[in-house]
Nanobody
Framework: QVQLVESGGGLVQAGGSLRLSCAAS????????MGWFRQAPGKEREFVAA????????YYADSVKGRFTIFRDNAKNTVYLQMNSLKPEDTAVYYC?????????????????WGQGTQVTVSS
């Protein structure tokens, strides 16, 4: 069993930055691949970024490529999402998720555990 707790969301102006954190509990948390998803009001949950268990591989949605960076610190069982050059369309609830097997996944159904989410609001 893995429990995930996100933090770091908030209100920021367009062009600003935020760093989200996702703390994972469980003895084997560091062996899971991790992902970030987001869901805006009235829209489906969408993939943002993912990282393999080792941190050696990452993958991004086209909409955030070059602006967001996912990385992890397995000693702290924490994965991060650094978000730069934020746009109003980045406004959403951001969720972190964990998938067994350690390899990158991009679909919601592939993930086994989910956090409760953290709100990110970007004002224009």
């Amino acid at each position: 069993q893995v429990q995930l707790v996100e933090s770091g969301g908030g209100l920021v102006q367009a062009g600003g930055s935020l760093r989200l954190s996702c703390a994972a509990s469980g003895r084997t948390a560091s062996s899971y691949a991790m992902g970030w998803f987001r869901q805006a009001p009235g829209k489906e949950r969408e993939f943002v970024a993912a990282i393999s268990w080792s941190g050696g591989s990452t993958y991004y949605a086209d909409s955030v490529k070059g602006r967001f960076t996912i990385f992890r610190d397995n000693a702290k069982n924490t994965v991060y999402l650094q978000m730069n050059s934020l746009k109003p369309e980045d406004t959403a609830v951001y969720y972190c998720a964990a998938v067994r097997g350690g390899f990158i996944a991009t679909m919601t159904y592939e993930y086994d555990y989910w956090g409760q989410g953290t709100q990110v609001t970007v004002s224009s």
